[in-house]
């Protein structure tokens, strides 16, 4: 099965990077997805890494390391209506998607 | 970018009752569309798999008498939940994805389950 690990909770201030790291294992790999969901809502898409390094969207930037299983998600200037959860999901070789608990961000002013 | 629609956004039902919830795919040709299920704090379970025009796949542990899942068109699936009971009160997001993405999956906005 897939093995998927990320932090549960982060707090970071208004205005502040944070880093919300992402280890997975899986059969196979197709690519990396980041998600961001608000409480009550679906998820909505954030970014997609297939091959190692950096891809940077606005003040969004993932990073992937396939070789260590390793991603991040790099949220820059952070503003309140951040505060939501970061879901890491590994593509799996069978193109199927796996979510990781997710994390909890809590912008704080 | 290409939208998908569920419908209810919320259900209240009784206990003992069936629920259906329908996911649509409204500017493409969804070949494949996937049932999550996300208990509060929890993350996104898949339930089930569904290809157009063939029984949907089941992950262990979810029953299929229970979450028929009918997947007749290529726009189209349906979540039956049947003889709901309030342990199955939950958020149910489809999502779905084209022939031409293999990569991609397009996700409803949810349907929140209540069962009272």
């Known amino acids: 099965g897939q093995n998927i690990d990320q932090p549960t909770e982060m707090t970071a201030t208004e205005g502040a990077i944070v880093q919300i790291n992402c280890t997975y294992q899986?059969?196979?790999?197709?690519?990396l997805f980041w998600y961001q969901q608000h409480a009550g809502e679906a998820p909505t898409f954030l970014s997609y890494?297939?091959?190692?390094g950096l891809e940077e969207k606005g003040r969004f930037s993932s990073f992937l390391s396939r070789s260590k299983g390793y991603s991040y998600l790099l949220l820059k200037e952070l503003q309140m209506k951040d505060s939501a959860s970061y879901l890491c999901?590994?593509?799996?070789?069978?193109?199927?998607?796996?979510f990781g608990k997710g994390t909890k961000l809590s912008v704080i002013p | 970018g290409a939208v998908v629609s569920q419908h209810p956004s919320w259900v209240i039902c009784k206990s003992g009752t069936s629920v259906k919830i329908e996911c649509r795919s409204l500017?493409?040709?969804?070949?494949?569309m996937f049932w999550y299920r996300q208990f509060p704090k929890q993350s996104l379970m898949l339930m089930a798999t569904?290809?157009?025009?063939?029984?949907?796949?089941?992950e262990q542990g979810v029953e299929k008498d229970k979450f028929l899942i009918n997947h007749a068109s290529l726009t189209l699936s349906t979540l039956t939940v049947t003889s709901a009971h309030p342990e199955d009160s939950s958020f149910y997001i489809c999502?779905?994805?084209?022939?031409?993405?293999?990569?991609?999956?397009?996700f409803g906005p949810g349907t929140r389950l209540t069962v009272l």
């Open positions: 999502s779905a994805r084209s022939a031409r993405e293999a990569s991609t999956q397009y």
């Open positions: 890494n297939v091959l190692d």
């Open positions: 899986t059969s196979g790999f197709n690519g």
């Open positions: 500017d493409f040709q969804a070949t494949t």
């Open positions: 569904s290809n157009e025009g063939s029984k949907a796949t089941y």
């Open positions: 999901a590994p593509l799996d070789g069978s193109y199927q998607l796996t």
